[in-house]
């Protein structure tokens, strides 16, 4: 094996030939504008690109859901051991957070979600994921492989970082609040600055997009179930039929955002699912329904949870019936908009301009679509951003939560350039606005 080792080096360095790549790729912050293009060409690299590609595939293969991401776990503490990372675990069940740097303040984050969906891969090609019903159907395959590409190529200029990166690898970002259990473990404590991005299939390859304040609504779910009196269907009299309190019950839900919220202001009541009786001649004891209401803002989100209560148990009076409804505040809570702090959009534009030229960092429109970085955006400045991956020459690229969600690979260097970016520039530029120490200025003066 050694032998193999020697061989492989001497092979290496007769391939890359005499360049003088660290001074070159110094990270320091004379002439900090090119560090992102420097990165960039880093992260781009032969061996690393590979590499990526390699753990994107590895876990794009064994997909495992929200909190039961032991496997995804072990595969990166094992990178990171092999890189020298020092990291917690566990954090959030399965998370783990690494750091390289100087130990000290400015402490940055970057962060990548871990879990798949519980859906199965229609995708007919050689790494398709080996779990029926499971699938990394949202990119968070790529999302961790670009990470850990980071965290390659920071710990190799660990010298030059004038502060800390936290690495966050998050559990459950679908639906299971990782984020926020992440946050309660303390992990992020002393950080000043949080940066996460997520795969685009609808932006091209080398371009992103983001805007300042928010870009996803904050969303909520909710479960009622409607109970009346179930009886013969040719009898209504003898019953109180849950099924017709039910239909006005939606038809009212439908009119808190047309009649009740500033037209202006975007937000979403959706009934997805209605389940009640059995039989054309029987009218049921009751019906259970439920949905998922979205807002910008965290007040119009509480609005919506109250009126969304009041207009249920309200209809479900006039038509005699009981309700009652479950907001599964414990297992689902609200989920936060994701709000994007303005000064670190500027950061984030000046970065990626300097990285991929101004013309190919875009202004998005706001979602309705959630994302739990929002959980950190709360406690912490953060600010989240889309990564684009379409090429026609992979043709069209579909939705993530498709069953034919694609990666492009070719994607990774640049997620993994601009995490590295977005933190070392963070630093150096937070280190500039601090007053010299005393002596330095003595010096000077
Ligand atoms: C944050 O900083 C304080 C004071 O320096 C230190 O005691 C604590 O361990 C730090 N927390 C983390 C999570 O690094
Ligand atoms: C509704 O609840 C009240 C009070 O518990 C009860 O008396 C009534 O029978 C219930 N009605 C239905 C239709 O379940
Ligand atoms: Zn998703
Ligand atoms: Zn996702």
């Not at 959030?92 to 390289?100: H, R």
């Not at 800390?164 to 259990?181: C, D, N, R, S």
Request: proline share 6%; with cysteine; hydrophobic share 40%.
């Amino acid at each position: 094996m050694e032998f193999m080792w020697v061989f492989l080096i001497v092979l290496l360095s007769l391939l890359a030939g005499p360049t003088p790549i660290l001074s070159d790729s110094s990270l320091s912050s004379n002439g900090f504008s090119e560090i992102p293009k420097k990165l960039l060409t880093l992260a781009q690299k032969p061996e690393l690109f590979e590499w990526m590609v390699g753990i994107r595939r590895k876990i794009h293969e064994n997909p495992e859901l929200g909190y039961e991401e032991f496997e995804t776990s072990k595969l990166i503490r094992a990178e990171l051991d092999k890189m020298g990372v020092a990291y917690k675990y566990p954090v959030a069940v399965t998370g783990v957070v690494g750091s390289i740097g100087t130990g000290k303040p400015p402490f940055v984050a970057i962060r990548a979600d871990m879990d798949a969906l519980a859906m199965q891969e229609m995708v007919e090609w050689e790494h398709k994921s080996k779990i029926p019903g499971k699938m990394h159907g949202c990119g968070h395959d790529a999302h961790v492989a670009m990470l850990l590409g980071a965290a390659k190529i920071l710990k190799e200029h660990e010298k030059d970082l004038q502060g800390t990166i936290v690495l966050v690898f998050q559990p459950a970002e679908e639906g299971g609040g990782g984020a926020k259990k992440v946050l309660d473990a303390g992990a992020l404590q002393n950080v000043t600055a949080i940066f996460g991005l997520h795969v685009a299939h609808h932006i091209p390859l080398a371009e992103v997009a983001s805007r300042p304040g928010p870009f996803f609504a904050g969303s909520g779910f909710f479960e009622a179930t409607i109970s009346g009196k179930g009886g013969h269907a040719a009898l209504p009299h003898h019953a109180v039929d849950p099924i017709l309190a039910v239909s006005n019950v939606i038809g009212s839900l439908q009119h808190i955002v047309s009649r009740e919220v500033d037209p202006l202001d975007s937000q979403v009541v959706t009934v997805g699912k209605v389940q009640g009786g059995e039989a054309f001649n029987v009218i049921p004891d009751s019906v259970t329904i439920g949905g998922t209401f979205r807002a910008f803002s965290k007040e119009t989100l509480l609005q919506l949870k109250q009126r969304i209560a009041k207009v249920i148990t309200g209809q479900a009076a006039v038509q005699r019936c009981n309700a009652t409804v479950n907001f599964f505040e414990d297992e689902k809570p609200l989920f936060p908009p994701t709000v994007n702090h303005k000064e670190l959009h500027k950061h984030f534009q000046n970065v990626a301009g300097d990285m991929l030229g101004t013309h190919r960092v875009k202004d998005h429109q706001p979602l309705m679509g959630s994302e739990d970085f929002a959980y950190y955006q709360e406690a912490i400045p953060g600010f989240f951003f889309f990564l684009g991956m379409k090429d026609d020459r992979l043709g069209y690229l579909d939705t993530p939560h498709s069953p034919y969600f694609r990666i492009n690979e070719d994607a990774l260097p640049y997620g993994a350039a601009l995490h590295a970016s977005l933190a070392v520039r963070y630093l150096i530029e937070t280190q500039l606005e601090v007053p010299l120490p005393e002596q330095q200025n003595r010096d000077e003066l």
